[in-house]
């Protein structure tokens, strides 16, 4: 073999070897389990015949429903708007529930209408399921305490109530949220003076729907919501604790009513953030 030859030689061994090193350093940034050929095609754009690169979609983070500086460890009844503007948020205590929840989403979802359910420990724990549709449909989520208890209570037990609820709503649906809400509106048993000392705030309502009375017909409800409306109240409703068929059957012509005199629905974090 001539010198010729020979330094030809090398040269070909030299640049096959750096072929092979730097096919070696691309391959594992494009998949070290998928073949090159079906890689590119993948990334491949046919209609400008160029490689596409797709950065993997950012995590969908999980609600978290806070409350404004000047509304943490306070009680609201309802909220001043610098606008005045028409805007009314319903809330719905006591579920979830079996049956009536489902319905009342489905009323809300037809009429475009997002409310803030406050939700009972031990009716999350039955009905997960529902608890989770409420948080895919855009609905906001309220600590409602875990046994609904009115007694007064000590520290321990307050903070019992409220936090074994909130690590429940967490591990259900992923959802933290600062809004509390003591049943019945008793504000002296322990429970709303452990929420405050968490920064939560503590939402009551302006307007009741007097959805618990036993003898009232649905029509009362929708009356005493429409007659009471205000720009910026809070309106109390139920979906669970009991038969609410009632309130099932009152919500759309709450709802309707309410678009007729000009309301725009609002959920409580929102309406909050609107507060002058």
Same mark, same amino acid.
């Given at each position: 073999?001539?010198?010729?030859?020979?330094?030809?030689? $090398? %040269? *070909?061994?030299?640049?096959? %070897?750096?072929?092979?090193?730097?096919?070696?350093?691309i391959t594992p940034q494009l998949g070290l389990n998928k073949p090159l050929s079906k890689i590119h095609t993948a990334?491949?754009?046919?209609?400008?015949? $160029?490689?596409?690169?797709?950065?993997?979609?950012?995590?969908?983070?999980?609600?978290?429903?806070?409350?404004?500086?000047?509304?943490?460890?306070?009680? @609201?009844?309802? @909220?001043?708007?610098?606008?005045?503007?028409?805007? *009314?948020?319903?809330?719905? !205590?006591?579920?979830?529930?079996?049956?009536?929840?489902?319905?009342?989403? !489905?009323?809300?979802?037809?009429?475009? @209408?997002?409310?803030?359910?406050?939700?009972?420990?031990?009716?999350?724990?039955?009905?997960? !399921?529902?608890?989770?549709?409420?948080?895919?449909?855009?609905?906001?989520?309220?600590?409602?305490?875990?046994?609904?208890?009115?007694?007064r209570m000590d520290e321990a037990t307050a903070k019992s109530e409220i936090d074994r609820t909130a690590d429940l709503?967490?591990?259900?649906?992923?959802?933290?949220?600062?809004?509390?809400?003591?049943?019945?509106?008793?504000?002296?048993?322990?429970?709303?003076?452990?929420?405050?000392?968490?920064?939560?705030a503590v939402i009551m309502w302006s307007l009741t729907s007097a959805d618990t009375d036993p003898h009232a017909k649905?029509?009362?409800?929708?009356?005493?919501?429409?007659?009471?409306?205000?720009?910026?109240? *809070?309106?109390?409703?139920?979906?669970?604790?009991?038969?609410? $068929?009632?309130?099932?059957?009152?919500?759309?012509?709450?709802?309707?009513?309410?678009?007729?005199?000009?309301?725009?629905?609002?959920? %409580?974090?929102?309406?909050?953030?609107?507060?002058?």
């Amino acid at each position: 073999m001539t010198n010729n030859s020979l330094k030809r030689q $090398q %040269i *070909i061994s030299f640049v096959a %070897i750096a072929s092979t090193i730097t096919a070696c350093s691309i391959t594992p940034q494009l998949g070290l389990n998928k073949p090159l050929s079906k890689i590119h095609t993948a990334l491949q754009d046919p209609a400008k015949g $160029q490689i596409n690169a797709q950065l993997p979609s950012a995590k969908v983070e999980n609600p978290t429903f806070t409350v404004p500086a000047k509304f943490q460890g306070k009680t @609201v009844y309802k @909220v001043p708007l610098s606008s005045n503007e028409k805007v *009314i948020a319903l809330s719905i !205590d006591d579920g979830p529930w079996p049956k009536t929840t489902l319905e009342m989403l !489905d009323i809300l979802k037809q009429n475009d @209408v997002k409310a803030t359910f406050f939700w009972v420990g031990q009716a999350l724990q039955a009905n997960p !399921d529902l608890a989770k549709q409420e948080v895919a449909e855009g609905h906001a989520i309220g600590n409602h305490t875990w046994h609904h208890w009115y007694r007064r209570m000590d520290e321990a037990t307050a903070k019992s109530e409220i936090d074994r609820t909130a690590d429940l709503i967490y591990k259900t649906t992923g959802v933290k949220t600062a809004l509390f809400r003591p049943p019945g509106g008793f504000l002296n048993n322990g429970l709303a003076t452990y929420a405050k000392s968490q920064k939560d705030a503590v939402i009551m309502w302006s307007l009741t729907s007097a959805d618990t009375d036993p003898h009232a017909k649905p029509q009362a409800f929708v009356n005493n919501v429409l007659k009471g409306a205000k720009p910026g109240s *809070i309106v109390l409703m139920h979906d669970g604790g009991g038969d609410r $068929q009632r309130t099932v059957q009152a919500l759309p012509q709450i709802i309707s009513g309410l678009k007729q005199q000009g309301y725009r629905f609002v959920t %409580i974090p929102e309406l909050l953030k609107m507060a002058q």
